[in-house]
C-alpha cells in the first residue's frame, strides 16, 4: 500500500514539493500610467532553482524586491515559508530577511569598508556570540568557496565586476540563507567566469539546499542552473517550463530568448 | 503653483517623519557605538583644521577692522572684549556651522546618496540591519556634538587670531589681552550661543541625511543630494541663528 506511490516525480534537486515562495497576483507601479507588474503568480519550491527571463525593465528586478518588500507591492499576496510577508511587523520581517540572501545586480558592496569588514558586518550583527577566530574562520571559509581567498583585505573599488559580483555572492553566504535572490548573477562577465558563477550557484545548492530565484539574461547561465525557466511579458509570467521545453515552444517570441 | 505648494507640504510631512523615526531609533537597542565614534571621528576630528584657520583669520580680521572705528573714540582698550564678544556671541558660531554644512553636511549628504543609489542601503535592509540606526542616528549624534566643539575651538583660536591681530599695531601682553576678553564676558554671551550650536550640528545632519537617504535613482541625483543638502542647511542655520537671537532677546 505504501509503494503505490513510487517517488518517481521528483525532478533534479527538489526535495519535496512544499513551496518555499508563492506569489499570488502581485501588482506594481510606478505612478498611474506606468504599471510594471499586473498579476505575477509564481511559485517556487524547496530546493528548486527557478530562471526568470524578460526583456529589460519587464520588472523582474521589483519582483523580487518584492519579495523581500524592499519595495512595497501595491496588491497581492506574498508567501515565503508560508509566512504572509505582508502582514509582518518589522522585526518578523527581519527574522525572514535574515534567511534571505538576496545578490544585487550591481553586487552593492559597502565602498567604506574593506572584503573583510563586508563580510563580518552582517554576520557580526546576526551571530553575535561569535568569537573573533570563529569570525575570521566563517569569512575564510566563504571567500575560498567563491576562489577569492586572497581578496580579503582589499577595498572594492580595488575589485573588478566580477570579483565584486563574487564577494557579493559571498556577502550573502555568509549568513547561510535558505533561499537565495540573484540578481543578473553573471552579467558584464566573460563566458568563463560566466560559467563558474553558474556553477558556484549549482554548488550552493546542492549544498546548502538552498531555494533558488535566478535573474538572468545569460541563456548558459539559465540552462545549467534552472530547474524551471518563467518568462516575465507585460507585468505577466508569459510562459513556464524547462529549458527543452521552451526552447521547442510554439511561441515564436519565446523561442527568440534561445537563439 | 498647486503642485509647487503640494510639494513644498509633503516635503514638509517627510522631513517631520525622518525626524521623528530618529526620535524613536535613538533610544532603542541596539547602539552602533563604533560606529558613532567613527563618524565623530571623520566630522569633529577632521574639520579641525579647516574650522581652526577660517577661526584664526575671522579674529585676526575683525580685530584689524574694527580699530580704526575704537581708535577714532579713543577707546581702543575696548578692542579685545569687543572682539571676543562679537566672535562668541554671533561670528564663530555662525561662520562655523557655514563651514561644517560645506563640508560636513554635503559630504554626508553625498555619502548617504551615492550608498542609496548603488543599492548599499537596500543590502543593509534585506540583511536585516536597519540602515537608518546604523547610517542616520549615528551621523546625526555625531554632528550634534561635533558642532559645538568645533565653535569652542574657533572662538579659541579665534580670540588668540585677535591679539596677533592687536599686536601688529600696538603691544599688549598675553596675560593682560587674556583677561580684558574674560572680564568682557558674561553667562548670557556664552551660553545662548552654545545651545545654539547643537540645534546647528543636529540640523546639519538631519539635512545631510535626509538629503542623501532620499536620493533618487541615478548617479546625478548624488550630486543633487548633496548640492541641495549645503543649500539647505545653510539656509536653517540662518533661521535658527535668527530665532536663537529672539529667543534669548525675549527672556534675558
Ligand atoms: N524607483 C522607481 N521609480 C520609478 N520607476 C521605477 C523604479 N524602479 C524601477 N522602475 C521602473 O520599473 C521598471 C522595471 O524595473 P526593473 O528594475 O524591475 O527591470 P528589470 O526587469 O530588472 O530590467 P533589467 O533587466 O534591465 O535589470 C523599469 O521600467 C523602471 O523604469
Ligand atoms: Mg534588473
Redesign the pocket.
Known amino acids: 500500500m505504501i509503494q503505490e506511490e513510487p517517488n518517481i516525480q521528483i525532478p533534479n534537486n527538489t526535495e519535496n514539493s512544499v513551496p518555499d515562495i508563492t506569489i499570488k497576483g502581485l501588482y506594481k507601479s510606478?505612478g498611474e500610467n506606468?504599471p510594471?507588474l499586473q498579476g505575477v503568480n509564481l511559485t517556487v519550491k524547496k530546493g528548486e532553482n527557478l530562471v526568470i527571463l524578460?526583456k529589460?525593465?519587464?520588472?523582474?528586478?521589483?519582483?523580487i524586491k518584492c519579495l523581500v518588500r524592499l519595495v512595497e507591492a501595491d496588491k497581492g499576496e506574498i508567501f515565503v515559508f508560508d509566512t504572509d510577508i505582508n502582514t509582518l511587523g518589522n522585526s518578523q520581517l527581519n527574522a525572514i530577511r535574515a534567511r534571505i540572501g538576496f545578490l544585487f545586480?550591481n553586487s552593492a558592496l559597502y565602498d567604506s569598508m574593506t572584503v573583510r569588514e563586508n563580510l563580518s558586518f552582517p554576520l557580526k550583527r546576526h551571530s553575535k556570540q561569535l568569537t573573533t577566530d570563529e569570525v575570521d574562520a566563517a569569512i575564510t571559509e566563504v571567500l575560498e568557496s567563491v576562489g577569492l581567498a586572497d581578496a580579503i583585505d582589499k577595498m572594492p573599488s580595488e575589485l573588478s565586476g566580477g570579483m565584486r559580483k563574487r564577494i557579493g555572492l559571498a556577502r550573502t553566504l555568509i549568513l547561510k540563507p535558505e533561499i537565495m535572490l540573484y540578481d543578473?548573477p553573471t552579467t558584464g562577465l566573460d563566458t568563463i567566469t560566466s560559467r563558474e558563477i553558474s556553477e558556484l550557484i549549482l554548488a550552493i545548492q546542492k549544498k546548502n539546499k538552498t531555494t533558488s530565484i535566478i535573474?538572468t539574461?545569460d541563456m548558459a547561465c539559465a540552462k545549467l542552473t534552472g530547474d524551471r525557466i518563467v518568462i516575465l511579458k507585460d507585468g505577466v509570467i508569459d510562459a513556464e517550463g524547462t529549458y527543452e521545453e521552451l526552447e521547442k515552444s510554439s511561441d515564436e517570441w519565446v523561442r527568440s530568448f534561445f537563439i | 503653483m498647486v503642485i509647487y505648494l503640494k510639494n513644498i507640504f509633503t516635503d514638509a510631512g517627510n522631513v517631520t517623519r525622518f525626524t521623528a523615526r530618529f526620535f524613536k531609533e535613538i533610544i532603542r537597542p541596539p547602539f552602533e557605538i563604533k560606529e558613532f565614534i567613527r563618524q565623530c571621528y571623520t566630522i569633529g576630528y577632521k574639520s579641525l583644521p579647516l574650522v581652526g584657520i577660517t577661526g584664526f583669520i575671522m579674529g585676526l580680521v575683525m580685530t584689524i577692522q574694527t580699530r580704526p572705528t575704537l581708535a577714532q573714540f579713543g577707546a581702543e582698550s575696548w578692542l579685545p572684549g569687543m572682539v571676543a564678544l562679537s566672535l562668541i556671541r554671533e561670528i564663530t558660531p555662525v561662520i562655523t556651522a557655514l563651514i561644517c554644512a560645506g563640508k560636513i553636511a554635503s559630504g554626508i549628504g553625498a555619502e548617504l546618496g551615492s550608498m542609496k543609489v548603488t543599492e548599499q542601503i537596500d543590502a543593509m535592509e534585506v540583511s536585516a540591519i536597519n540602515p537608518y540606526k546604523y547610517l542616520v542616528v549615528t551621523r546625526i549624534l555625531a554632528t550634534t556634538l561635533m558642532v559645538p566643539l568645533l565653535v569652542i575651538f574657533a572662538d579659541g583660536i579665534g580670540i588668540l587670531g585677535g591679539y596677533i591681530g592687536i599686536n601688529i599695531h600696538s603691544d599688549v601682553n598675553l596675560y593682560r589681552y587674556f583677561s580684558q576678553v574674560l572680564a568682557s564676558l558674561a553667562f548670557l554671551d556664552i551660553v545662548p550661543p552654545t545651545i545654539k550650536t547643537f540645534f546647528f550640528g543636529f540640523f546639519i545632519g538631519l539635512i545631510g541625511c535626509y538629503k542623501g537617504f532620499n536620493a533618487a535613482?541615478g548617479t546625478e541625483s548624488v550630486g543633487k543630494a548633496a548640492n541641495s543638502a549645503v543649500v539647505a542647511a545653510s539656509l536653517a542655520i540662518f533661521i535658527i541663528d535668527m530665532l536663537a537671537v529672539q529667543i534669548t532677546d525675549l527672556f534675558f
Open positions: 510606478f506606468n510594471i524578460g529589460s525593465g519587464s520588472g523582474k528586478s521589483i519582483t545586480q543578473e535573474i539574461h | 535613482n
